[in-house]
């Protein structure tokens, strides 16, 4: 019988000591910016009902879904997004809750991580949603506090990238096409498949949106994209989606932050999303380290709807490629014992040694009059026929 | 930071094809026609880095952000997944991939369920999936014109450049699953955090292709 009992499941990691030191001082960092700004923290469970992630709001596809049978033969999941589990806590349990509320959280999410890639099945994940506010200020709340945790991580070493859905939208709203030429659309779009694009709108030879879709792929880089957009095409929602676009990167330089940039064709989740979209980059990582953006009909999926924005962090994307900020670790002192130690002098003394801010570790050996001193301490104390020495 | 943009180029096929097209579209490749055994060669004038790799790997090394750039076959992105922009078609390369079978069968007649083999079970499994047949898919790594041969499968799914292969094994197209050829593709952090250098490097080898390289 072969037993896969000495490794973990594929996809997973152990961590050891540096790295969990590490990434405990993101955590740290990121959890006091988020509670400075009012943030409260939630906690859901790892397994959800299927169903959480089926409805047309929160659709999560199935194939990237850990799944479980329990004892009623209902259908769980292992958690694959925290956001929309946030969305059914508050659509349900927060209804009557008044006014915004301001919450964030850190757990993990488990995703399908197929053969042998390297991608990670089990990612933990820091974000933040805000919920019960639809003015442009709270979009700027919320892509400043993105600003600010990926500065709190990696230095000035990142890239925050705006988008607005409603610019696709009104776009292929202005075509006459079905939903699936639609999401075909959307997915050429997204990939920057120019050539392929360019076959699927020959089609459209002559609508005012045609051009400005071919175009939409490399309408990418500096705020001028956003006046080359509004050449391209122009409508209200057009219109609309483009201002906001342009108060929101005005109000956040306002505010000094740089390193914006913007992207009219981030359409990932477009039924997700309704407003702005933004992403966040930092070198060394493949893929973006920061994900977020405006939901406004998601939380309806689960009870009385309300706006919401929020984003999420990938901390173990982030924990590999940014430089650490971890807490220097307190020097460590041994207090050697043996079988004749009395306990209340080992105690006292590294009751005294933790008071001292030292680790204080009791070391067992056969006889604390002879052993030799252990490696890896900064100082070494022995109990001797109940008498303290240290050396 | 900066460190020069790594392109991953798949080795075999395309290989000679992709080279000439960077060669017209001004980079030296002088270095990249003598490689030797070296797996990274830089471009004559140091603008790139250029890894050779199988074409899976390309995929994998570009997802990954550990290469920026690749060019790989659209055989490949098929089978192989998609969170990257794929940003231009080189225009090299090109083939199709078909559904083949014995001369004189037919594949599509009879209630019987059928069996194929393939090289790409995920372009092939997709397809029937769009037909909403239920098909044997049987994954053969080398000659899959075996697979008919043999009498282990009813058809092949596979590339054709000639069709000469199939002839002289018996087997003829039944239809087209779709047409092949090579892509560049771009790591999304990378086209994100140096814009301008790789629109660069995409603008030359569009207009390189344009020029009829």
């Known amino acids: 019988m072969k037993q896969y009992n000495k490794i973990t499941p594929e996809g997973t990691k152990d961590r050891l000591f540096g790295e969990c030191e590490k990434r405990g001082g993101f955590v740290r960092s990121l959890r006091a910016l988020f509670e400075s700004r009012g943030f409260r923290e939630v906690s859901t469970p790892v397994l959800e009902y299927y169903d959480v992630f089926g409805t047309a709001r929160a659709y999560f596809p199935q194939e990237g879904i850990y799944k479980l049978v329990d004892h009623d033969g209902r259908i769980l999941v292992l958690r694959p997004d925290c956001t929309i589990p946030i969305a059914r806590l508050i659509g349900a349990r927060l209804k009557n809750e008044r006014g915004p509320l301001r919450i964030f959280y850190h757990q993990k999410i488990y995703r399908h991580a197929s053969g042998h890639t390297g991608l990670s099945g089990e990612i933990a994940q820091m974000g933040v949603e805000f919920v019960g506010g639809d003015l442009p200020i709270c979009d700027v709340e919320i892509v400043e506090l993105a600003c600010r945790s990926l500065r709190s991580v990696c230095g000035s070493d990142y890239q925050l990238e705006l988008c607005h859905i409603g610019y696709f939208n009104a776009l292929v709203d202005s075509l006459d096409t079905d939903p699936a030429t639609r999401e075909q659309i959307r997915e050429l779009v997204e990939h920057k498949n120019f050539p392929a694009l360019d076959l699927l709108l020959e089609r459209f030879e002559g609508c005012p949106a045609q051009k400005a879709l071919k175009k939409l792929p490399a309408l990418f880089g500096s705020v001028s994209v956003l006046e080359e957009a509004r050449a391209l095409f122009s409508n209200e929602a057009a219109d609309r989606a483009l201002d906001a676009l342009a108060d929101l990167y005005n109000a956040l330089s306002s505010l000094g932050l740089d390193h914006l940039s913007l992207d009219l064709g981030l359409v990932n989740q477009a039924d997700y999303y309704t407003g702005i979209i933004f992403r966040g980059y930092t070198a060394g990582a493949g893929e973006p380290v920061l994900a977020g953006g405006r939901y406004d009909e998601l939380i309806g999926e689960f009870g009385p709807a309300r706006p919401a924005t929020g984003f999420g962090i990938n901390l173990d994307l982030l924990c590999e490629r940014a430089e650490g900020t971890a807490a220097v670790p307190p020097p460590r002192a041994a207090v050697l014992v043996d079988a004749k130690s009395p306990v209340t002098e080992a105690f006292s003394l590294v009751e005294r040694l933790c008071s001292q801010r030292f680790a204080a570790e009791l070391v067992p050996v056969g006889d604390t009059r002879d052993a030799p001193a252990p490696e890896g301490f900064d100082r070494v104390f022995r109990v001797v026929d109940g008498v303290v020495k240290e050396g | 930071m900066n460190r020069t943009i790594r392109m991953a180029l798949t080795k075999g096929r395309i290989e000679k094809d992709a080279v000439s097209l960077l060669?017209?579209?001004?980079?030296?490749?002088?270095?990249?026609?003598?490689?030797?055994?070296?797996?990274?060669?830089?471009?004559?004038?140091?603008?790139?880095?250029?890894?050779?790799?199988?074409?899976?790997?390309?995929?994998?090394?570009?997802?990954?952000?550990?290469?920026?750039?690749?060019?790989?076959?659209?055989?490949?992105?098929?089978?192989?997944?998609?969170?990257?922009?794929?940003?231009?078609?080189?225009?090299?390369?090109?083939?199709?991939?078909?559904?083949?079978?014995?001369?004189?069968?037919?594949?599509?007649?009879?209630?019987?369920?059928?069996?194929?083999?393939?090289?790409?079970?995920?372009?092939?499994?997709?397809?029937?999936?769009?037909?909403?047949?239920?098909?044997?898919?049987?994954?053969?790594?080398?000659?899959?014109?075996?697979?008919?041969?043999?009498?282990?499968?009813?058809?092949?799914?596979?590339?054709?450049?000639?069709?000469?292969?199939?002839?002289?094994?018996?087997?003829?197209?039944?239809?087209?699953?779709?047409?092949?050829?090579?892509?560049?593709?771009?790591?999304?952090?990378?086209?994100?955090?140096?814009?301008?250098?790789?629109?660069?490097?995409?603008?030359?080898?569009?207009?390189?292709?344009?020029?009829?390289?």
């Open chain 2, 23 to 213: 060669e017209a579209a001004g980079y030296g490749c002088a270095g990249l026609r003598n490689k030797g055994r070296r797996l990274i060669v830089p471009t004559d004038g140091g603008e790139i880095d250029v890894v050779f790799a199988k074409a899976a790997d390309v995929i994998t090394y570009v997802e990954t952000g550990a290469c920026d750039i690749g060019i790989v076959g659209k055989d490949t992105i098929l089978e192989n997944g998609s969170s990257f922009y794929e940003m231009a078609d080189l225009g090299i390369g090109r083939c199709r991939m078909v559904l083949a079978a014995p001369q004189g069968s037919d594949f599509f007649s009879g209630y019987a369920a059928r069996r194929v083999a393939s090289k790409y079970p995920k372009i092939a499994a997709d397809y029937f999936s769009r037909k909403q047949m239920d098909v044997g898919i049987i994954k053969i790594e080398g000659s899959v014109e075996l697979g008919p041969v043999l009498g282990l499968t009813d058809a092949i799914v596979d590339l054709v450049e000639t069709g000469k292969t199939l002839a002289e094994n018996g087997l003829e197209v039944v239809e087209t699953v779709c047409e092949v050829s090579t892509r560049l593709i771009v790591n999304i952090a990378s086209l994100k955090l140096r814009k301008a250098e790789i629109e660069e490097i995409v603008g030359r080898l569009n207009a390189a292709k344009g020029a009829g390289a």
